[in-house]
């Protein structure tokens, strides 16, 4: 059964190694180093934050559109390092489908292949399936993006197919994303306890 969701409420989700926490336009701070020092981090992005004015607009842009009622963005803390990481969110929330998406995921170079993906994927996946009641998590990516694509594949998502030039890179080439989901019978069946066996200390 779906539960409601309020987009006004400070949704916090956390384990040992990471906290999520709904970002702020505060957090220009925190992120403002990976836009400078790391503008490679969105080469596949739709939307970029590859200098400080893209990543205030980005900041903006993802706070306009949880106060639309239409997407949940989080910060990312990796509590191991003291240290933001990057950010994820939910997105085209359906809660009459009960569906939503999952991306906009990015973390600096450091902590990729850390294994602070996998937690916070459980964490989302979790609350999405088990707190909230949604039946469907999908994921896309432009389908060049193999770490992307690996890393989906990696906490159980099954590939549905490839939808063809779904949208605008920021370069102004037209993009193929692959389309990958998870169902709530299958986490709840054997793949959130197959996620959850995978997280790393």
């Known amino acids: 059964m779906m539960k409601p969701f309020d987009f006004t409420k400070q ?3 956390e384990d040992n190694i990471v906290q999520l926490r709904p970002l702020e336009i505060e957090d220009i701070k925190n992120l403002i180093d990976f836009a400078i020092h790391e503008p490679h981090l969105w080469k596949y992005s739709l939307v970029t934050a590859n200098s400080k004015e893209n990543m205030i607009n980005y900041i903006h842009s993802a706070i306009h559109a949880r ?9 990312v803390f990796d509590k191991r390092t003291n240290e933001y990481a990057g ?17 906009y995921t990015w973390y600096g170079t450091k902590f990729q292949g850390s294994g602070l993906n996998k937690h916070c994927k459980y964490l989302m996946l979790q609350f ?16 060049m993006n193999e770490r992307s694509i690996r890393a989906m594949k990696s906490i ?4 549905e ?3 063809r030039s779904s949208s605008l890179r920021s370069d102004g ?13 299958e986490w709840t069946e054997n793949l959130g306890e197959q996620l959850k066996s995978k997280l790393t200390n």
Do not use: H, W
């Not at 950010?87 to 991306?103: A, E, K, V």
């Not at 999405?128 to 389908?143: L, M, P, S």
């Not at 159980?156 to 590939?159: K, L, Y």
């Not at 080439?173 to 019978?185: F, G, P």
């Open 173 to 185: 080439t037209r993009r193929d994303s692959i389309l990958l989901s998870i169902l709530k019978n």
């Open 128 to 143: 999405a399936f088990d707190q909230i009641g949604f039946d469907r998590v999908e994921f896309r990516a432009d389908n």
């Open 67 to 75: 106060n639309e009622n239409k997407e949940y963005p989080y910060i």
């Open 11 to 13: 949704y916090i989700l």
């Open 87 to 103: 950010c994820t969110r939910f997105y085209d929330m359906q809660l009459t489908n009960r569906s939503t998406q999952l991306g």
């Open 156 to 159: 159980g998502c099954t590939e």
């Open 161 to 163: 197919g490839i939808i």
